[in-house]
């Protein structure tokens, strides 16, 4: 079981990053990207399931952020647009049970989720 992200960098207001998430032995997980800026606690942003047919965002992302899978890549990606400084953060993705699907509080709680990769930084300039 392992979870590599990867694609973060300095980028300015307004522009784009493509973040990745190597999931390798966590087919049947739902997998998260999660974010953490300093001296915030870490927050989720997106949310798909293990096939891809459920997709989850807070409202603070979308329209700008979108999650998608490769399966037979066994990779996650979040494509993010429109980019503000407020966004600056380490990006983490982590994965999880898929009955964290059917209630919003546990979508998003850190604790449901059982693997996490090592993060990657993305910085907004303004």
């Known amino acids: 079981v392992q979870l590599q992200a990867s694609g973060g960098g300095l980028v300015q207001a307004g522009g784009s990053l493509r973040l990745s998430c190597a999931a390798f032995?966590?087919?049947?997980?739902?997998i998260g990207w999660f974010r953490q800026a300093p001296g915030k606690e870490r927050e989720g942003v997106a949310l798909i399931s293990s096939r891809g047919g459920s997709i989850y965002y807070q409202d603070s992302v979308k329209g700008r952020f979108t999650i998608s899978k490769d399966n037979a890549k066994n990779t996650v990606y979040l494509q993010m647009n429109s980019l503000k400084p407020e966004d600056t953060a380490v990006y983490y993705c982590a994965a999880a049970s898929g009955s964290i699907l059917g209630s919003t509080r546990a979508r998003w709680r850190v604790a449901n989720y059982d693997y996490w990769g090592q993060g990657t930084l993305v910085t907004v300039s303004s």
């Open positions: 032995g966590l087919g049947y997980y739902a």
